[in-house]
């Protein structure tokens, strides 16, 4: 049995504003990536469906929903300076979060144990009741909610490497125990949250766990945060589910941040995060696009996850490796967190 499967559908093509980094040609060029390299024959396509206002209400308000559904169908504007909508936004949005559940019913119900949603717009800044920073929906959030009250999921963890802080996802699930929140990103920077003495509040407190990076951190430095924090927190969280916020612009290409991580640093850090799923709850782990906005550096590290996933080793890619520099010191940070957490 082929057990990893991918979630893509032309409508995600849809939603468009002419210049902006968040654009279609990010998907065309994944897309056009994993059929040139063939990869795309060993996935297991996983059709997606459209999320009702049910699901998206079990994170977000119903006034963000209704704000956003006038927005398109008045032909379309802006939500926040980043934030486009345009007529057929909020149709590509439904089908967004509707392709992450998906991609979680197959991998309910053992049609596949993996998956990777190519699905935009991205969605992790998207709070419960603000969209921002490119994010409508927040498509993880909502699949790990609906985990948990539809799938008999006790508990989940989701994992986010993009390089901006995940807040939409941290407010979400801030007090819920049932959810472990881990987040690596450059800080100071977008969206400002993310420090790491943010860690959950109430019965979720200790649940959330931010790792703030200075810039320049290349793959050396992100592969040991996730193997000195990461892991030892999933072990000790024990998830029935691993959902991955992946976002690719910590890759020193990407033109919006200003980290160091190579294609190969991507496919190494899939490859941790997937021995864990294995070792922790049968192989079952969902990558949802993010972020990512150098087209070369975005679909040569998706194809990298890609072949973690299916246990295939690393392509080498057009940009190499991470540019030869000193990494910057983060014994402190990391310090500080491990003593926080108890780690
Ligand atoms: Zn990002």
């Known amino acids: 049995m082929n057990e990893v499967g991918y979630v893509y559908d032309p409508l995600y093509l849809e939603h468009r504003s002419l210049g902006h980094p968040e654009s279609p040609e990010r998907l065309e060029a994944i897309m056009?990536?994993?059929?040139?390299?063939?990869?795309?024959?060993?996935?297991?396509?996983?059709?997606?469906?459209?999320?009702?206002?049910?699901?998206?209400?079990?994170?977000?308000?119903?006034?963000?929903?209704?704000?956003?559904?006038?927005?398109?169908?008045?032909g379309g504007g802006w939500l926040d300076p980043d934030t486009y909508v345009g007529s057929t936004s909020f149709a590509v949005a439904l089908r967004a979060v509707g392709g992450c559940l998906a991609a979680l019913e197959g991998t309910m119900t053992g049609q596949i144990k993996k998956a990777f949603c190519l699905i935009r717009p991205p969605g992790h800044?998207?709070?419960?009741?603000?969209?921002?920073?490119?994010?409508?929906?927040?498509?993880?959030?909502?699949?790990?909610?609906?985990?948990?009250?539809?799938?008999?999921?006790?508990?989940?963890?989701?994992?986010?490497?993009?390089?901006?802080?995940?807040?939409?996802?941290?407010?979400?699930?801030?007090?819920?125990?049932?959810v472990l929140f881990f987040s690596t990103h450059q800080y100071p920077f977008y969206p400002g949250t993310g420090y790491?003495?943010?860690?959950?509040?109430?019965?979720?407190?200790?649940?959330?766990?931010?790792?703030?990076?200075?810039?320049?951190c290349r793959t050396q430095e992100y592969l040991r945060v996730y193997e000195e924090v990461c892991l030892p927190?999933?072990?000790?969280?024990?998830?029935?589910?691993?959902?991955?916020?992946?976002?690719?612009?910590?890759?020193?290409?990407?033109?919006?941040?200003?980290?160091?991580?190579s294609t190969r640093g991507y496919y190494q850090l899939a490859s941790?995060?997937?021995?864990?799923?294995?070792?922790?709850?049968?192989?079952?782990?969902?990558?949802?696009?993010?972020?990512?906005?150098?087209?070369?550096?975005?679909s040569w590290s998706v194809q990298a996850c890609l072949e973690a996933m299916l246990g295939l080793p690393f392509t080498p890619d057009p940009l190499g490796e991470s540019p030869a520099v000193p990494g910057p010191d983060i014994e402190v940070v990391l310090g500080a967190i491990k003593r926080t957490h108890g780690l």
């Open 32 to 74: 056009e990536r994993l059929i040139s390299s063939g990869l795309l024959e060993a996935l297991v396509s996983v059709p997606p469906k459209d999320a009702t206002s049910a699901h998206l209400e079990m994170v977000h308000s119903w006034e963000l929903v209704a704000q956003i559904r006038a927005k398109a169908d008045e």
């Open 272 to 298: 941790l995060l997937v021995r864990a799923a294995e070792e922790l709850c049968g192989g079952r782990i969902i990558f949802a696009l993010e972020g990512g906005y150098d087209l070369t550096a975005l």
């Open 125 to 178: 800044h998207a709070t419960p009741n603000k969209a921002m920073g490119f994010c409508m929906f927040n498509n993880v959030a909502i699949t790990a909610k609906v985990a948990l009250s539809e799938w008999g999921v006790n508990k989940v963890a989701i994992v986010d490497f993009d390089v901006h802080h995940g807040n939409g996802t941290q407010e979400t699930f801030y007090s819920d125990p049932q």
């Open 196 to 216: 790491w003495a943010e860690i959950g509040e109430g019965e979720g407190r200790g649940t959330t766990i931010n790792v703030p990076l200075p810039r320049g």
């Open 233 to 261: 927190a999933l072990y000790r969280f024990q998830p029935d589910l691993i959902l991955v916020s992946a976002g690719f612009d910590a890759h020193f290409a990407d033109p919006l941040a200003n980290m160091l991580m």
